[in-house]
């Protein structure tokens, strides 16, 4: 109880939580990915990061022209920001709204745009 209290006093008045304090200096999407995506999604975006064969499902395929055209860029926001829980897909993939904000997620959305080198359909 008395760490439930400290946590809300500390968390009180603060926009976001302050494991996020490097976060909001990161505006590169590249560079957003790369600290936050890449674990899983892989450097290059093709959903082979190191942590990627213990999971299941498999991390999707950025590079995946076919499959990242048939989401609008409305939609990543949603997955990226909700997780994949926030959107039906499987909770593995974190929710990032808490951890970055718009703008962020903004940026990032436009790097999966690079990765895939497509637009939404
Ligand atoms: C812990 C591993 C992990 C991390 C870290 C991670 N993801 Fe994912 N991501 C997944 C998995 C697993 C899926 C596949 C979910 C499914 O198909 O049910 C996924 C799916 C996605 C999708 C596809 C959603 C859809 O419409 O089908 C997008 C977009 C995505 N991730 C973006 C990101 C971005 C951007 C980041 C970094 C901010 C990120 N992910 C970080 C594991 C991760």
């Given at each position: 109880m008395i760490l439930f209290l400290f946590l809300i006093c500390s968390f009180a008045g603060q926009p976001a939580p302050s494991y996020a304090e490097?976060?909001?200096?990161?505006?590169?999407?590249?560079?957003?990915?790369?600290?936050?995506?890449?674990?899983?999604?892989?450097?290059?975006?093709?959903?082979?990061?190191?942590?990627?064969?213990?999971?299941?499902?498999?991390?999707?395929?950025?590079?995946?022209?076919?499959?990242?055209?048939?989401?609008?860029?409305?939609?990543?926001?949603?997955?990226?920001?909700?997780?994949?829980?926030?959107?039906?897909?499987?909770?593995?993939?974190?929710p990032?709204?808490n951890t970055?904000?718009?703008?962020?997620?903004?940026?990032?959305?436009?790097?999966?745009?690079?990765?895939?080198?497509?637009?939404?359909?």
């Open positions: 490097d976060g909001p200096s990161l505006t590169d999407g590249e560079k957003i990915y790369q600290r936050y995506c890449a674990p899983c999604h892989g450097d290059k975006g093709d959903g082979n990061g190191f942590n990627a064969k213990t999971l299941d499902p498999r991390p999707a395929n950025h590079t995946d022209a076919v499959f990242m055209s048939k989401r609008t860029d409305g939609e990543l926001v949603d997955a990226v920001s909700g997780g994949g829980r926030a959107i039906g897909k499987a909770s593995i993939m974190p990032w709204g970055l904000d718009k703008s962020q997620i903004t940026s990032l959305v436009r790097h999966l745009r690079k990765l895939c080198r497509c637009k939404e359909e």
